[in-house]
């Protein structure tokens, strides 16, 4: 089901189709580095992962994280879109892009339209947004939607503290996504 458009990319949910760029995706070595290793090792782990999270989220809360399509070729490119986390009030935005589509704007294109959505089709008052101390390049991207360093945080199961970032989601902003519903 598609959920957003841009100018460039189409986010819609994932399906177990899209297992092959899943398990590309999660076994990047960028992805582990700054998000963790997933176990996901086989197109079977693939079709698990994606039912277990991605789909499950969907069916639980009517949103999660969505594939990221390049519009005119159709090609899978990234993930984005929210979680949330049992341990955390508010839902987080997240994001993950294959390596030759970084620094293309891409991931900012897709995020700056999925707070929109979560601001003005989900009503979240303020959406948060989590990273590793050292992902600089995640921690820009956030400053340039308009999140803010709140403080440092562990999660459950995880050795490292991360970064919290939050922000306040009261101003409509006139974007050019378009929200399209099924």
């Not at 839902?91 to 999925?114: K, N």
């Not at 003005?120 to 303020?126: S, Y």
Request: net charge neutral; proline share 2%; with cysteine.
């Amino acid at each position: 089901m598609m959920v957003l458009e841009t100018e460039r990319v189409i986010l819609r949910w994932l399906s177990v189709d899209d297992e092959d760029f899943i398990l590309n995706l999660l076994n990047q070595p960028s992805f582990i580095q700054y998000i963790g290793d997933r176990g996901v090792k086989n197109l079977s782990d693939a079709r698990l992962y994606i039912e277990s999270r991605f789909v499950e989220s969907y069916r639980r809360f009517g949103f999660g994280l969505y594939l990221v399509e390049l519009k005119e070729y159709k090609t899978s490119i990234g993930i984005c879109g929210f979680v949330k986390r049992d341990t955390l009030p508010d839902a987080d935005i997240g994001f993950a892009f294959l390596p030759q589509y970084c620094s293309q704007g891409y991931a900012f294109e897709s995020a700056r339209a999925v707070f929109d959505y979560g601001k003005n089709i989900l009503g979240f008052k303020r959406i948060l947004a989590i990273t590793t101390k050292d992902n600089e390049s995640s921690c820009k991207l956030l400053a340039k939607i308009g999140f803010k360093f709140e403080r440092m945080i562990k999660l459950p199961n995880e050795e490292d503290e991360n970064k919290l970032f939050s922000s306040d989601v009261q101003q409509v902003s006139g974007r050019e996504a378009k929200h399209l519903f099924f």
